[in-house]
């Protein structure tokens, strides 16, 4: 199985709260996880990325959390801002980067 | 900084017509994408390419078609469009290093009527 399944497909927050999304993956040949974000009218970019052997990853207010036993990684945002209001995408690489994306959620932070 | 651009950004349609989705990269990236976003977001994989003259068909089947003649260059061809072709089509780019890393276009909207 190739999906990556994300949650929730929306999310509201409090400026200045944490935001949390999470993803879950049945392939075990995926070896990158990344996440991108997306701004109305853009492209996904790249904002953070894990791979499976590493269990958090940290940059800024944003951190990867990986476990790799439960299949399972989650994206959290601390300190929330309303310009962090955008769709966001985990994916699962596998494959010479073929992406695998999931569902995406659309987080909206509240001033 | 990737700069992949992508023409049109908008496009509206009647059906039956032949529609070309134009893609372009100056990073000379040999490894191109083409994915299918849902309105509901989601993104899918229709084609992509590792190099000149290489193109496979991507996870999602799509009536669409691609072509990569230059390195820069990866159009994507409907030869018939019909209303279920209505969808954001993205254009993505990555380096041959192997980060995993894609650079995606602005994407082009497409309304078939």
């Known amino acids: 199985q190739q999906q990556v399944k994300q949650s929730p497909q929306s999310l509201i927050v409090q400026k200045g709260g944490i935001s949390i999304i999470n993803c879950a993956y049945e392939?075990?040949?995926?070896?990158?996880f990344p996440w991108y974000q997306q701004f109305p009218g853009k492209g996904p970019a790249l904002l953070i990325a894990?791979?499976?052997?590493?269990s958090e990853k940290k940059e800024g207010r944003f951190t990867i959390s990986f476990n790799k036993s439960a299949k399972q990684f989650s994206l959290h945002i601390m300190d929330s801002q309303p310009g962090d209001s955008a769709t966001y995408f985990c994916?699962?690489?596998?494959?010479?980067?073929?992406?695998?994306f999931g569902q995406g959620t659309r987080l909206t932070i509240n001033p | 900084e990737a700069d992949i651009y992508q023409t049109p950004r908008y496009l509206v349609i009647g059906t039956g017509k032949k529609i070309t989705l134009e893609c372009s990269q100056t990073?000379?990236?040999?490894?191109m994408y083409w994915y299918q976003q849902d309105p509901g977001m989601e993104l899918h994989l229709i084609h992509y390419?590792?190099?000149?003259?290489?193109?496979e068909k991507g996870d999602l089947s799509s009536e669409s078609t691609v072509s990569r003649i230059r390195t820069e260059h990866f159009p994507l061809t409907l030869e018939s469009a019909r209303p279920s072709h209505t969808s954001q089509y993205l254009c993505?780019?990555?380096?041959?290093?192997?980060?995993?890393?894609?650079?995606f276009g602005e994407g082009s909207r497409l309304t078939v009527l």
């Open positions: 392939n075990t040949a995926f070896d990158y």
């Open positions: 994916a699962g690489r596998w494959g010479a980067q073929k992406l695998v």
């Open positions: 390419s590792y190099g000149v003259n290489s193109t």
């Open positions: 990073m000379g990236h040999d490894k």
């Open positions: 894990i791979r499976p052997d590493v």
């Open positions: 993505a780019s990555s380096r041959p290093q192997n980060t995993g890393e894609l650079f």
